[in-house]
């Protein structure tokens, strides 16, 4: 439950996409673990399709590889 500090999630103020997007890759992380890293039964373990974790994947992959905001040149 929100708040109460028995979920990991608060309810404190803060960047709801940011939130959104750590969660999601703590559950794809655990998910690949549980499955000694096979993506069709990571997938069946979320509930969502291979192709949607394919891309679930990429995103948080282009997201891991970009530059930082604050390494770019000016």
Known sequence: SVGRGDGGISAEPG?????????ER???????QL???NQVRAAELLGIS?????YKLAKLEEQ??????????A
């Open 26 to 32: 703590r559950m794809i992380e655990g998910a690949l």
């Open 50 to 54: 291979e192709r949607t974790l394919r």
């Open 64 to 73: 891991t590889s970009k530059p930082d905001a604050s390494t770019r040149p």
């Open 15 to 23: 960047n709801l996409n940011e939130r959104v997007e750590l969660l």
């Open 35 to 37: 499955s000694s890293g």
